[in-house]
T-cell receptor, first 115, second 113 residues
Framework: GESVGLHLPTLSVQEGDNSIINCAYS??????FIWYKQESGKGPQFIID?????DKRQGQRVTVLLNKTVKHLSLQIAATQPGDSAVYFC??????????????FGKGTLLTVNP | DTGVSQNPRHKITKRGQNVTFRCDPI?????LYWYRQTLGQGPEFLTY????????KSRLLSDRFSAERPKGSFSTLEIQRTEQGDSAMYLC???????????FGPGTRLTVT
């Protein structure tokens, strides 16, 4: 549901459940996508990335899926733990002015894991 | 600690004062980025260096903002004549020449009163 206070999409899950966080991107020219985790008062922490020539990539307890047809990205977290509680951002690499390295971030999703 | 470091972590200043923040990237990374993040939003790109060259600046970076990376290692971000709207978290990130992954520092939280 929506969190009116923070204006962030929120997801609340029980410990041990799987979590799916979604992200829509707008630029069909983007060729690289990253998921970051940000805990309160800290900088974003790299989780996993995927290039546009792939549709799935797996890491430790996390999987990223990319659907270029509908410009949709998702992050799946298996066996969610209380330590996974944070705001999750997707970011895209948007080619501009010859620079290939600027990241554009989405709005973020607040994940709350209930013990 | 081999991660990105930023100093100070917190800065409170009065409107109209100048402030300067420092970022030390991961030592072998030649690319350095500055972002700004306000409450409830994702980071917004400000500027980017490759070694000592500043290659891109956002429209968000008004003429009151200046960034330098004189020796291609640490970087400074200065804000002159601060305004209340400058209150935000200022994040620095770095990446290597072979990778796209950007690694972020803990940020400097600026409060302009």
């Amino acid at each position: 549901g929506e969190s009116v206070g923070l204006h962030l999409p929120t997801l609340s899950v029980q410990e041990g459940d799987n979590s799916i966080i979604n992200c829509a991107y707008s630029n069909s020219a983007s060729d690289y996508f990253i998921w970051y985790k940000q805990e309160s008062g800290k900088g974003p922490q790299f989780i996993i990335d995927i290039r546009s020539n792939m549709d799935k990539r797996q890491g430790q307890r996390v999987t990223v899926l990319l659907n270029k047809t509908v410009k949709h990205l998702s992050l799946q977290i298996a066996a969610t733990q209380p330590g996974d509680s944070a705001v999750y951002f997707c970011a895209e690499n948007r080619r501009s002015g010859g620079s290939n390295y600027k990241l554009t971030f989405g709005k973020g999703t607040l994940l709350t894991v209930n013990p | 600690d081999t991660g990105v470091s930023q100093n100070p972590r917190h800065k409170i200043t009065k409107r109209g004062q100048n402030v300067t923040f420092r970022c030390d990237p991961i030592s072998e990374h030649n690319r350095l980025y500055w972002y700004r993040q306000t409450l409830g939003q994702g980071p917004e790109f400000l500027t980017y260096f490759q070694n000592e060259a500043q290659l891109e600046k956002s429209r968000l970076l008004s003429d009151r903002f200046s960034a330098e990376r004189p020796k291609g290692s640490f970087s400074t971000l200065e804000i002159q004549r601060t305004e209340q709207g400058d209150s935000a978290m200022y994040l620095c990130a770095s990446s290597s020449g072979t990778g796209y992954e950007q690694y972020f520092g803990p940020g400097t939280r600026l409060t302009v009163t």
